[in-house]
């Protein structure tokens, strides 16, 4: 007859693999972000004129207009800088 012994059950391989997917996603986001900066910081410095599409030049407004009701925005200008 053999008797049951408390031995510890040995953890599951799964919160590895977890912890670097979580690892991975962090590093993948806080580089697109360095990125996006360092592309809006160029395009800054360098003095050209990004022109926003009227698609996203109405959105803005309707946003706007939507969170603001008695307030009036105009964007004469499509340009970011």
């Known amino acids: 007859m053999s008797t049951k012994t408390d031995t510890p059950v040995a953890p599951q391989k ?4 977890r912890r ?3 690892i991975g996603a962090w ?9 996006l900066a360092a592309f809006v910081g160029i395009i ?3 003095g050209r004129t990004v022109t ?10 309707e946003r706007a207009s939507t969170a603001f009701p ?4 105009s ?3 499509r340009n970011l800088w």
């Open 14 to 17: 799964a919160a590895p693999k």
């Open 52 to 61: 926003v599409p009227d698609w996203l030049h109405d959105r803005i407004e």
């Open 44 to 46: 800054a410095m360098t």
């Open 70 to 73: 008695g307030g009036l925005l």
């Open 27 to 35: 590093s993948f986001s806080v580089l697109f972000v360095l990125s």
């Open 75 to 77: 964007l004469a200008k």
């Open 20 to 22: 670097l997917r979580r």
